[in-house]
């Protein structure tokens, strides 16, 4: 089973952003991983385990801003396609070349 916790927080003020960076830094010790920006995954062997590491996330859930905890299988997982686009890179400029007679 795989869990993703999808957030949406506020960070217009410092206590925000520190709420938030708290909030991400709690996950990341529960051992969740970052798989797109507020999106966290992570994989775990049993329902039992799955709702452990629901509890700990629903303790940690900051009073504003939107959190969303997924459940799902490690099938569906399976066939999640994701596509990733080319990083735009600037052309570099080759000197021209020298011809010789």
């Given at each position: 089973m795989w869990l993703?916790?999808?957030y949406?927080?506020?960070t217009e003020t410092r206590k925000e952003r520190k709420t938030a960076a708290?909030?991400?830094k709690s996950l990341v010790k529960d051992g969740f991983l970052m798989f797109q920006f507020s999106i966290y995954i992570r994989?775990?062997?049993?329902?039992e385990n799955a709702e452990v590491?629901?509890?700990r996330t629903k303790y940690n859930l900051p009073k504003t801003g939107s959190?969303?905890?997924l459940?799902?299988?490690d099938k569906q997982f399976g066939d999640l396609e994701l596509f990733e686009g080319e990083k735009?890179?600037?052309l570099i400029q080759q000197p021209p070349l020298l011809e010789l007679f």
């Open positions: 993703f916790v999808l949406d927080l506020p708290d909030f991400r994989f775990c062997p049993s329902i590491h629901i509890k959190v969303c905890i459940r799902i299988t735009e890179t600037e």
